[in-house]
Nanobody, 124 residues
Framework: VQLQASGGGLVQAGGSLRLSCVASGMILYEYHMGWFRQAPGKEREFVAAINWSGSTTRYDDSVKGRFTISRDNAKNTVYLQMNSLNAEDTAVYYC??????????????????WGQGTQVTVSS
């Protein structure tokens, strides 16, 4: 199983980025998917999650209304559209897969597989 995150980069405050997470060695629709982030010196934190079908999403309050998680199971890919970025969004972003529960979960310890992370840097 491999999750490959991409799409990070340097962007000015107020700008947008779209992250992608491509899964291989697994059938994506069997998993709920999440995005997490970790800033230097801080713990990994929940950003957004989506259930296996895409019918249910959940967001941390800090990104609600600015970020959108989506998935294309046919392409084995999950996306995170990030708008109105600010300096507090600077972090390494990770995608993760959870395959044993019937509902979305938000703790990093509850996820089974992780991607390698992609750096997002927002300049103010």
């Amino acid at each position: 199983v491999q999750l490959q995150a991409s799409g990070g980069g340097l962007v000015q405050a107020g700008g947008s980025l779209r992250l992608s997470c491509v899964a291989s060695g697994m059938i994506l629709y069997e998993y709920h998917m999440g995005w997490f982030r970790q800033a230097p010196g801080k713990e990994r934190e929940f950003v957004a999650a989506i259930n296996w079908s895409g019918s249910t999403t959940r967001y941390d309050d800090s990104v609600k209304g600015r970020f959108t998680i989506s998935r294309d199971n046919a392409k084995n890919t999950v996306y995170l559209q990030m708008n109105s970025l600010n300096a507090e969004d600077t972090a390494v972003y990770y995608c993760a897969a959870e395959g044993y529960r019937d509902h979305i979960v938000v703790l990093p310890s509850q996820y089974d597989y992780w991607g390698q992370g992609t750096q997002v840097t927002v300049s103010s």
